[in-house]
């Protein structure tokens, strides 16, 4: 009688352990995935960007190309300057009080040109609008070399107002208010030659703008090229 007692006594212990034991359940659904810890954002193509930075390049390089063939026009002039010309300039510069001739400020141009101030000019202001016009054209077609092609057209203009103005530093011009307007235009070319140099990374900086670019180059890595043989086409 007493062990039936003490059986059931140990039964009721063990039935209230395994009731009162917290359950636990695990799906497996519930395991932590890769996906789960990143949140992916859709990059949609933007191409309106390097677009638009193609067209202010194109305007750009055809400044320059007109600014660069003045002064090849210039160089290969040749007619002599008429002081004739320049007289109200010299007229101007005397009433600041300094005493000028208009055959003196012919000279000083004269002594510009000797020294290849021009034709310097010409040619790096020439080509700096071409890689412009080209780096434009790209960028407006979303081909991605439009980047580097445009960045040296600005870097030709950085290196054109460095020119000019060591030109202008090393010249003996007989009044200072002659290089004013000359050493004007040069830091405007310097600020174009910055602007022009940083413009074409601009497309980089959007992340919209960078995908569009890489999208267009992916196609045209993926084109195959056609050849035409006998009247007909081939893929290679």
């Not at 789960?36 to 933007?46: A, E, G, M, R, W």
């Amino acid at each position: 009688m007493l062990c039936t007692i003490l059986a059931r006594i140990n039964s009721y212990c063990l039935t209230w352990t395994i009731v009162s034991a917290p359950l636990s359940i695990k799906w497996d659904d519930d395991e932590p995935t890769e996906s789960d810890n990143k949140i992916v954002i859709p990059i949609t193509p933007t191409p309106a960007i390097p677009q638009a930075v193609g067209i202010i390049l194109i305007l750009g390089g055809l400044l320059a190309i007109f600014s660069g063939g003045a002064n090849l026009i210039e160089v290969f002039s040749d007619e002599p300057l008429d002081p004739t010309a320049f007289e109200p300039l010299a007229q101007q510069i005397r009433t600041s009080g300094e005493n000028i001739t208009a055959e003196q400020i012919v000279e000083f141009y004269d002594n510009l040109e000797s020294q290849g101030y021009y034709v310097t000019l010409g040619i790096f202001e020439t080509s700096a609008g071409i890689c412009l016009l080209l780096g434009g054209f790209f960028l407006f077609r979303l081909n991605k070399v439009g980047v580097k092609i445009g960045a040296l057209g600005g870097g030709l203009l950085l290196i054109d107002a460095l020119l000019g103005a060591y030109f202008l530093s090393t010249s003996n011009p007989p009044s200072e208010l002659l290089t004013l307007t000359l050493n004007i235009l040069q830091g405007l070319v310097t600020m174009c030659g910055l602007f022009c140099t940083i413009l074409p990374f601009v497309p980089l900086m959007f992340a919209g703008a960078r995908q569009a670019l890489e999208r267009q180059s992916e196609k045209l890595r993926d084109s195959e090229p056609v050849t035409f043989t006998h009247g007909s086409t081939e893929s290679e």
